[in-house]
């Protein structure tokens, strides 16, 4: 729940930012702001800032093209330096929990305490038992504050860092629902992450990010065809967008190989999810992400889990407003927006259900 004016959602990824202003409107969400910028190749590695002037001078620049005036933002982290965990703890009042939460963080935790921001949900309380189910959350605060100071740094007030994983499922319920009585997965696969999130009855029950996406596959068509980087990226974007331009025949078999590894990868977590949730199969696997525009994938995704594979247009309930928004840009990189427009949902106040 939020009150107040929607943020400015800005997705800082590993070769790209993006950036999405949307205005609520009964109910229904036009975007009405759009930026895209690509980042310098080394500029973040692992999830770690290695240049954040290059970020900074690229937010201003979006700021700048795309003509947005709003400067209160939502940001999100990922990576390694995020956990989300789903535990149960005794029975116990809000402030009662408010007061325990960092020990029970503790024992589920593996960083030191006072190095993680926590958060939490309540998802489901069980009097019979006298028991509670809740949805923990720590960052390093190191990178929430490190992405809060890039930010301030290109005049921008950060207002609320979220986990990109949630990102995109609000988003997804925003679209779709949320099945009350049936378990999917939402799959985001980057340059150079994917993530996987799997809702059970409507509620997250398990996450996880592969270090593993679509530059993986630009670099293999660029090694075994002998070509620039560039012009391996070209080739691999030209078979997704089916265009009407030429794609050497050897291609397509170096794109097959290279996306059956992601989805030998994600089935890798989705076995892993079954075998120790005790939860029922997957009806459904949603997948969004620039690299979801390569038909093989979803291809090789369905074939490994025998689960039906739907690819999900992150824009579909978004409407288009004003001349702000470059046609070619959203048809370019609509699907590359899911965290930042999760993230332009958030508002100014946000309130703990």
């Known amino acids: 729940m939020g009150e107040g004016k929607n943020?400015?959602?800005?997705?800082?990824?590993?070769?790209?930012?993006?950036?999405?202003?949307?205005?609520?409107?009964?109910?229904?969400?036009?975007?009405?702001?759009?930026?895209?910028?690509?980042?310098?190749?080394?500029?973040?590695v692992d999830g770690q800032i290695m240049d954040g002037q290059a970020i900074a001078d690229t937010l201003q620049h979006i700021w700048d093209s795309a003509r947005i005036r709003q400067r209160e933002v939502s940001l999100s982290v990922s990576g390694q330096n995020a956990i989300i965990r789903k535990v149960t703890v005794?029975?116990?009042?809000?402030?009662?929990?408010?007061?325990?939460?960092?020990?029970e963080a503790e024992q589920h935790i593996p960083f030191d305490i006072k190095d993680v921001q926590v958060d939490y949900q309540v998802l489901k309380r069980h009097p019979d038992t006298s028991q509670m189910d809740l949805l923990l959350v720590a960052a390093k605060r190191d990178q929430i504050n490190d992405y809060a100071q890039l930010a301030r740094d290109a005049r921008l007030k950060p207002v609320v860092c979220d986990i990109d994983?949630?990102?995109?499922?609000?988003?997804?319920?925003?679209?779709?629902?949320?099945?009350?009585?049936?378990?999917?997965?939402l799959v985001n696969v980057g340059?150079?992450?994917?993530?996987?999130?799997i809702i059970a009855s409507g509620v997250s029950a398990f996450s996880r990010e592969i270090a593993n996406g679509g530059s993986m596959i630009t670099e293999q068509i660029q090694k075994q065809l002998g070509i620039a980087y560039e012009q391996a990226e070209t080739l691999k974007?030209?078979?997704?967008?089916?265009?009407?331009?030429?794609?050497?025949?050897?291609?397509?078999?170096?794109?097959?190989?290279?996306?059956?590894?992601?989805?030998?990868?994600?089935?890798?977590?989705?076995?892993?999810?079954?075998?120790?949730?005790?939860?029922?199969?997957?009806?459904?696997?949603?997948?969004?992400?620039?690299?979801?525009?390569?038909?093989t994938l979803a291809q090789a995704i369905e074939r490994r889990a025998r689960v039906g594979v739907e690819v999900w247009a992150p824009t579909e309930?978004?409407?288009v407003q004003g001349k702000r928004i470059d046609p070619a840009?959203?048809?370019?990189?609509?699907?590359?927006?899911?965290?930042?427009?999760?993230?332009?949902?958030?508002?100014?106040?946000?309130?703990?259900?």
């Open 317 to 319: 309930k978004v409407s």
């Open 165 to 185: 994983a949630f990102s995109i499922q609000n988003l997804f319920e925003l679209s779709r629902g949320l099945p009350p009585e049936e378990t999917i997965a």
């Open 191 to 197: 340059a150079n992450l994917t993530s996987l999130n």
């Open 90 to 103: 005794p029975m116990m009042s809000a402030a009662e929990l408010q007061e325990q939460i960092q020990w």
């Open 7 to 44: 943020l400015i959602g800005v997705d800082i990824g590993s070769s790209s930012i993006k950036v999405c202003q949307i205005r609520e409107q009964r109910k229904s969400y036009e975007l009405v702001a759009l930026g895209y910028a690509p980042l310098p190749p080394q500029v973040i």
């Open 237 to 295: 974007c030209a078979l997704g967008n089916g265009g009407p331009e030429p794609v050497p025949p050897e291609v397509l078999p170096i794109v097959e190989s290279a996306t059956d590894s992601i989805a030998a990868e994600i089935q890798r977590s989705l076995d892993f999810f079954m075998a120790t949730s005790g939860d029922s199969e997957i009806s459904r696997i949603y997948l969004t992400g620039g690299t979801s525009r390569l038909p």
């Open 329 to 353: 840009l959203l048809a370019t990189r609509g699907s590359q927006l899911a965290v930042a427009l999760g993230l332009a949902l958030r508002k100014e106040k946000e309130q703990r259900s």
